[in-house]
């Protein structure tokens, strides 16, 4: 076993279930995993007390007691205040989580230090050191699913920014006065590149009468979401509306990339999320193509790194240790 300051455990927590687990942060090694459903309804002290018994058993199953971790990382679906400890806002869990004290009810409860941040941020942290941006020094990482998340790492860091808004590349403008994103504002790339976007675009096109393979499922249950699977499969059989959607998804992702290119000039564009699980990396060749494009600086461009993730579901855990480890430490000197 590692020595016990290179212990810490990892919370991934979503709006329909939570994942944790006992990471190695010297070599990304997972020792120990548990998953529960969130259970949202039963508010932000509700959920953490799940969180609690969630880490337990992770930690149950890793054969480690809490004096072996150095304490607890978590990855929030929303904006944060790091510092403080302090979810500011989860839209899709209710109001009890408006400012709530995440990082001192999580130590309260289950007496280990926490830190806590954004979700994506972590997902990028942990691809930055054990996933597809390993040995980048300069990376941005775009998580593709309901939403379009992103985190920047910069001289090997996590870039923040000043109010701790940083990296949030899925809310910067692709078309003027387009389409409304999920914040509430329009034109947004998450409006255009996330599944969600996807799936708004097949449910037009059918509603005005073509024809797709996915008609029945959307004409007879509006409440079912178009999940990655079913675009996959329809993809795969060429539907003409999924594979219309699945292309300008595509487009736009490419541009969105492109931007973050001409910005920032890095080494790594990792892309993750439920779409690049479900379609695998040839999703992004065409995206490869339109990124391309129009970058600035076309000198070697191909060494500028399009990849797919590596780490699927646990890059959010992972980085989230990663980060605790290296906060914590910090702390106690």
């Known amino acids: 076993m590692a020595e016990k300051d290179e212990l810490a455990v990892g919370v991934d927590l979503g709006g329909t279930s939570l994942y944790a687990a006992v990471v190695n942060t010297g070599t990304g090694q ?4 548990a998953k ?3 259970k949202p309804k039963r508010g932000a002290v509700g959920v953490t007390e799940r969180i609690v018994t969630t880490i337990a058993s992770a930690m149950s199953e890793a054969g480690v007691k809490r004096d072996d971790v150095i304490g607890v990382g978590i990855g929030v679906p929303g904006p944060i205040d790091a510092r403080a400890g302090i ?4 839209t899709n869990m209710g109001s009890t989580w408006d400012g709530f004290p995440l990082a001192q009810t999580l ?6 230090s926490v830190s806590i941040d954004n979700d994506v941020n972590v997902g990028a942290v ?3 050191r054990f996933g597809a941006g390993r040995g980048a ?7 593709v699913g309901t939403g379009l998340g992103g985190g920047v790492i910069l001289g090997n860091k996590l870039r923040t920014g000043f109010r701790g808004s940083a990296g949030e590349v899925g ?12 914040c509430g504002e329009q034109g947004h790339a998450e409006a255009y590149a996330s599944r969600t976007a996807i799936e708004r675009s097949i449910r037009r096109a059918i509603h005005a009468g073509e024809q797709s393979s996915l008609a029945e499922i959307v004409q007879e249950d509006k409440s079912v979401r178009l999940t990655a699977k079913y675009i996959q499969r329809a993809y795969m059989e060429g539907d003409d509306v999924t594979v219309r959607a699945v292309q300008s998804a595509q487009y736009y992702l490419g541009l969105l990339i492109a931007d973050c290119v001409n910005l920032l000039d890095p080494e790594a564009i990792v892309v993750g999320g439920g779409v690049l699980e479900r379609m695998g990396d040839a999703y992004l060749e065409p995206v490869r193509g339109v990124a391309r494009q129009h970058f600035l600086n076309k000198h070697a ?3 500028v790194r399009i990849v797919a993730a590596e780490l699927g579901d646990a890059s959010g855990a992972i980085g989230a240790a990663v980060q605790a480890s290296q906060r914590l430490q910090r702390a106690a000197f």
Not at 137 to 143: E, G, H, N, R
Not at 171 to 182: F, I, L, P, Y
């Open 36 to 38: 529960c459903k969130t």
């Open 171 to 182: 809310h910067m403008v692709v078309m003027a006065e387009g389409e409304s994103c999920g």
């Open 87 to 90: 979810v500011i806002r989860l």
């Open 137 to 143: 020094s300069d990376m941005v990482a775009l998580f």
């Open 30 to 33: 997972l020792l120990g995993e």
């Open 301 to 303: 461009m191909e060494s």
């Open 107 to 112: 130590a309260k409860l289950s007496g280990l």
């Open 126 to 128: 942990g691809e930055h």
